[in-house]
């Protein structure tokens, strides 16, 4: 079975660069999303088709997808980014959740 | 605006059958594009997808739980729906439910507590 991989934690210092990444076979052939879910909520989509973001999300949220990699930057990470980002894709008509990251900003 | 919310007991017991609701408002369950999606957090871990389905009424499910979930779709009430069978405390999660367009979950409910125990 297709299997998305995520470093368990990543900490960046405020206003810094976060870049948190979500490995997988030929990943670059699918499409990758990202969600961002703070304690006691649902999760929130933050990048839809690779690198795209929904209306709302701050420009300081970026992706990218190519080979085996997908990956999620925050540039000039706030403290109010400090949540779990769990990565999503799809094989064979199945939804696939990476095992999400812990982003610690300190 | 689309909303989702959950619904359905907050504690079965071990060996039953997990039932729960997925109201739609906003938008027709009907309507062409979108597919309609059961997910679960166990306490303190990732999220799983458990399955979703058309409004035509196809279903996909995660191959760890195919044999023993349900997922439904009532057009009249707009709503959705899950059974999940011979529950033990391993099933003990968050379930939310969410709306899938074009590969992403664009909205979801926010979520309920589902408890195994005897």
């Known amino acids: 079975s297709y299997e998305l991989t995520q470093p368990p934690s990543v900490s960046v210092s405020p206003g810094q660069t976060a870049s948190i990444t979500c490995s997988g076979d030929k990943l670059g052939d699918k499409y990758v999303c990202w969600y961002q879910q703070k304690p006691g909520q649902s999760p929130v989509l933050v990048i839809y088709q690779d690198s795209k973001r929904p209306s709302g999300i701050p420009e300081r949220f970026s992706g990218s997808n190519s080979g085996n990699t997908a990956t999620l930057t925050i540039s000039g990470t706030q403290a109010m980014d400090e949540a779990d980002y769990y990565c999503?894709?799809?094989?064979?008509?199945?939804?696939?959740f990476g095992g999400g990251t812990k982003l610690t900003v300190l | 605006q689309v909303q989702l919310q959950e619904s359905g007991p907050g504690l079965v017991k071990p060996s039953q059958t997990l039932s729960l609701t997925c109201a739609v408002s906003g938008a027709s369950i009907s309507s062409g594009g979108y597919s309609w999606s059961w997910i679960r957090q166990p306490p303190g871990k990732g999220l799983e997808w458990i399955g979703h389905i058309y409004y035509s009424g196809n279903t996909y499910y995660n191959p760890s739980l195919k044999s023993r979930v349900t997922i439904s779709v009532d057009t009249s009430k707009n709503q959705f729906s899950l059974k999940l069978s011979s529950v033990t405390a391993a099933d003990t999660a968050v379930y939310y439910c969410?709306?899938?367009?074009?590969?992403?979950?664009?909205?979801w409910g926010k979520g309920t507590t589902v408890t195994v125990s005897s």
């Open positions: 969410a709306r899938i367009t074009t590969y992403y979950m664009d909205v």
């Open positions: 999503q894709a799809w094989d064979s008509s199945t939804v696939i």
